[in-house]
T-cell receptor, first 116, second 112 residues
Framework: QKEVEQNSGPLSVPEGAIASLNCTYSDRGSQSFFWYRQYSGKSPELIMFIYSNGDKEDGRFTAQLNKASQYVSLLIRDSQPSDSATYLCAVTPLSAGGTSYGKLTFGQGTILTVHP | EAQVTQNPRYLITVTGKKLTVTCSQNMNHEYMSWYRQDPGLGLRQIYYSMNVEVTDKGDVPEGYKVSRKEKRNFPLILESPSPNQTSLYFC???????????FGPGTRLTVL
């Protein structure tokens, strides 16, 4: 089993719809969870991070975390063609001292296409 | 401007010819990492560094070396490149090792 697994894509949604991206992780010690967006030919950029169970909202983006189910998701409301990109889920452990020491594990990514 | 720079951006080389990809950040970040990205496999961490002279293996360290002699620089060294190291490489830095990780523009390496 992969450490971080994302729902297989590509995912295609119409403009204005809600896009739902899912990610599961195998290490129960994982503490920090991140969503990155990567446009074709570009480097990843952080769009959301979440540490606690529940929802975290930032504009049109909502990250959801369920540590019991080892599941993290990203919802994109009112999807726009400019949201078309690869979305990467990443997780990191936390040491007892409260830092992750830079160890970051990514999923394989989900390609999202928003069509007009 | 806060940034992570990598050089070269594109490199074609031959098997066995040693090469170095440089990485530099101007944000005074303690944490730096190297990743490779391959189709269907996502980003995989090669090595990471928590501070000067402190490095550790990531998920795919075989065939790579790194050094962290200065806080701002974290070069990736391929002593004897092989075709299976053909990939897109990203350097990254962050303040705390997780959130707000900044990625460099990437280096596309082809080993013939």
């Amino acid at each position: 089993q992969k450490e971080v697994e994302q729902n297989s894509g590509p995912l295609s949604v119409p403009e204005g719809a809600i896009a739902s991206l899912n990610c599961t992780y195998s290490d129960r010690g994982s503490q920090s969870f991140f969503w990155y967006r990567q446009y074709s030919g570009k480097s990843p950029e952080l769009i959301m991070f979440i540490y606690s169970n529940g929802d975290k909202e930032d504009g049109r983006f909502t990250a959801q975390l369920n540590k019991a189910s080892q599941y993290v998701s990203l919802l994109i409301r009112d999807s726009q063609p400019s949201d078309s990109a690869t979305y990467l889920c990443a997780v990191t452990p936390l040491s007892a001292g409260g830092t992750s020491y830079g160890k970051l594990t990514f999923g394989q990514g989900t390609i999202l296409t928003v069509h007009p | 401007e806060a940034q992570v720079t990598q050089n070269p951006r594109y490199l074609i080389t031959v098997t066995g010819k040693k090469l170095t990809v440089t990485c530099s950040q101007n944000m005074n970040h303690e944490y730096m990492s190297w990743y490779r990205q391959d189709p269907g496999l996502g980003l995989r961490q090669i090595y990471y560094s928590m501070n000067v002279e402190v490095t550790d293996k990531g998920d795919v360290p075989e065939g790579y070396k790194v050094s962290r002699k200065e806080k701002r620089n974290f070069p990736l060294i391929l002593e004897s490149p092989s075709p299976n190291q053909t990939s897109l490489y990203f350097c990254a830095s962050s303040f705390n090792g997780g959130a707000y990780t900044f990625f460099g523009p990437g280096t596309r390496l082809t080993v013939l």
